[in-house]
């Protein structure tokens, strides 16, 4: 399994899904139809989408963490 980073390319609006799906090994599609089907059931699914976009690192901040250590 990859690590959790929000990618630069293929992402919607956040790239959280994408995030999401890259770590588990399934398509960015079946993730993002996943996220909206769970929308209509009651919970937090949208703040806690806003929470992974804003602590996930996107993949130019990892990139760059990663040289800056070497």
């Given at each position: 399994m990859s690590s959790l980073?929000?990618?630069?390319h293929g992402r919607m609006i956040g790239g959280v899904c994408?995030?999401?799906a890259r770590r588990f090994g399934v398509s960015a599609t079946t993730m993002r139809v996943i996220f909206?089907?769970?929308c209509l059931l009651p919970g937090p699914q949208v703040l806690l989408y806003a929470a992974l976009w804003i602590l996930l690192p996107?993949?130019?901040r990892a990139a760059g963490?990663?040289?800056a250590a070497v």
């Open positions: 980073v929000r990618p630069t994408a995030a999401l909206l089907v769970s996107s993949e130019r963490k990663r040289t």
